[in-house]
């Protein structure tokens, strides 16, 4: 399983341990991934992901699964958070 959240797409980054003495040594930053399970209004599915906080967090103030989805960016969704994306795309289509 990679360290990349599904649906901001944040991985780790790089930088350096420094000690008192001034030594660096490299070392990585990972972010905080949660398997969660969020549910989609539109097609009343629930879907398990693997998502970091910060994007729970926006995910929560955008007012759901559906709603972050419609605004996020294509580049950073993982191919499952694409899939969900365009079926709740051909939902809506067909509501309408």
Known sequence: MSRVCELSGKGPMSGNNIS???????????????DVTLMSDVLGQSFKLRVSAAALRTVDHRGGLDAFLA??????????ALKIKKDIAKAQAAAA
């Open 20 to 34: 008192h003495a001034n030594n660096k040594t490299r070392r990585r930053f990972l972010p905080n991934l949660n």
């Open 71 to 80: 605004k996020a960016k294509d580049d950073e969704l993982s191919d499952r």
